[in-house]
């Protein structure tokens, strides 16, 4: 597991990569967050980044959550002190861990494994909310185009939904899609519903 730990205070980026090392981690990086560092940690393409942040200005803080949106990786945040307007841009940009006043070494594994746990939770979650959506899109087209048929041909729905799901077949096609061509055809000749 590569792993990037964002920090410009060496003591504070030792401690976190000797908890690492003691946790059996070896593909350890650290990068100060200067520069062009955002896309250099997207060429380095970590696996988890951990970002320790002490006391960050507001600037700071919106230019490390920049780095969380553009990754879409686990992201630990170690922070000295924070607000709810803090804690609030953090899990809005996508942070999996947001630790206030918790750098110590024996907290690091435990912290990256809830990050990725929490990572992998959402994009799950995410995955699902995605697939609900094409399906309820994908059913609303199917949907339209059944009343087309309906309409035109005075069929029954079910007699409408065979004659796409019997045309998807001899087409080799999925039945959204002859569904999506059917209302087109049907926009382009006036008679769309």
């Given at each position: 597991?590569?792993?990037?730990?964002?920090?410009?205070?060496?003591?504070?980026?030792?401690?976190?990569?000797?908890?690492?090392?003691?946790?059996?981690?070896?593909?350890?990086?650290?990068?100060?967050?200067?520069?062009?560092?955002?896309?250099?940690?997207?060429?380095?393409?970590?696996?988890?980044?951990?970002m320790?942040?002490?006391?960050?200005?507001?600037?700071?803080?919106?230019?490390?959550?920049?780095?969380?949106?553009?990754?879409?990786?686990?992201?630990?945040?170690?922070?000295?002190?924070?607000?709810?307007?803090?804690?609030?841009?953090a899990?809005?940009?996508?942070?999996?861990?947001?630790?206030?006043?918790?750098?110590?070494?024996?907290?690091?594994?435990?912290?990256?494994?809830?990050?990725?746990?929490?990572?992998?939770?959402?994009?799950?979650?995410?995955?699902?909310?995605?697939?609900?959506?094409?399906?309820?899109?994908?059913?609303k087209?199917?949907?339209?185009?059944?009343?087309?048929?309906?309409?035109?041909?005075?069929?029954?729905?079910?007699?409408?939904?065979?004659?796409?799901?019997?045309?998807?077949?001899?087409?080799?096609?999925?039945?959204?899609?002859?569904?999506?061509?059917?209302?087109?055809?049907?926009?382009?000749?006036?008679g769309?519903?």
């Amino acid at each position: 597991m590569r792993i990037v730990i964002i920090d410009d205070s060496g003591l504070r980026a030792t401690v976190l990569e000797e908890g690492l090392r003691e946790a059996g981690y070896d593909d350890i990086h650290i990068v100060p967050p200067r520069g062009g560092f955002v896309a250099r940690l997207e060429r380095m393409a970590p696996d988890v980044v951990l970002m320790d942040l002490g006391s960050p200005s507001r600037d700071t803080l919106e230019e490390m959550l920049s780095v969380s949106r553009a990754l879409a990786r686990p992201i630990a945040m170690f922070v000295d002190q924070s607000d709810e307007s803090m804690i609030g841009a953090a899990i809005d940009a996508g942070v999996s861990a947001y630790v206030v006043d918790g750098l110590r070494k024996e907290r690091v594994k435990p912290v990256l494994e809830l990050a990725v746990r929490r990572f992998n939770a959402f994009a799950r979650l995410q995955t699902e909310l995605d697939e609900a959506r094409t399906a309820l899109s994908d059913r609303k087209i199917i949907d339209r185009a059944k009343s087309i048929l309906m309409s035109q041909r005075g069929l029954s729905e079910p007699d409408a939904y065979t004659l796409l799901r019997s045309s998807a077949m001899n087409q080799g096609k999925k039945i959204v899609d002859v569904a999506q061509a059917l209302i087109t055809a049907s926009d382009l000749l006036g008679g769309g519903l």
